[in-house]
């Protein structure tokens, strides 16, 4: 089934896309735009989610920037002090924990963390594949290069946030002290972000 076909099926993903653009756009319900409106705007549903997907990704690079931009300027020294004892005691391994903090705090947005799931599942859409491939070599080379994680950390590092992804997006959290093995996995994948992601989970409405 087509991208286009599962928007007008179900609708649920265009709501994901709506909610996204217009959350970045400080638009959306609260200011009355519908969402035949907000797709007449922009032609059709794929250009819709490709102008979420680029404002997704673009915080996404705004924000890993500012933590390489803060931490050279040496304005975290408190939050570098306060990473995990395992993270190197290099400036890649400095950021790559500080960015993974960021990138915490920044997918407690469920409209953001839904599009970017979405857009990374979407290679075979001839219209969002291409951009959404754009966009994450590009993000692999911001981390590799302009962190200077070098490409085996790189990959290791977009690895662990797209595990982080998995387990935000099936609530895990959720299940925190009532299952010992949700548990384990959480503390082994959230380390000192768990905290962060915990006091999140408790602003949604609770699994039943």
Known sequence: MSLRERLYRGGYTLRIVARAVW????????TGISQPYAVRMFGTKENLFLEAMDRAMGKLFVTFRAVISEYDAGQLTTEVAALEPSMDDTRGGHLAGL????YADLIQDRGILLLLMQSFVSGHEPVI????????LALYEL???EADLGAHHASDFLAQGMLMNTLI????????DSSAVANDLLKCTMKTKLDVVLAASQAHPRIS
Do not use: C, H, I, K
Request: no cysteine.
């Open 143 to 145: 981390v590799r290069d």
């Open 169 to 176: 997006s099936l609530r895990m959290p959720e299940l925190f």
């Open 99 to 102: 960015m993974g903090r960021a």
């Open 129 to 136: 594949g291409p951009r959404a491939r754009d966009g994450f």
């Open 23 to 30: 959350a970045a756009a400080s638009a959306g319900s609260a």
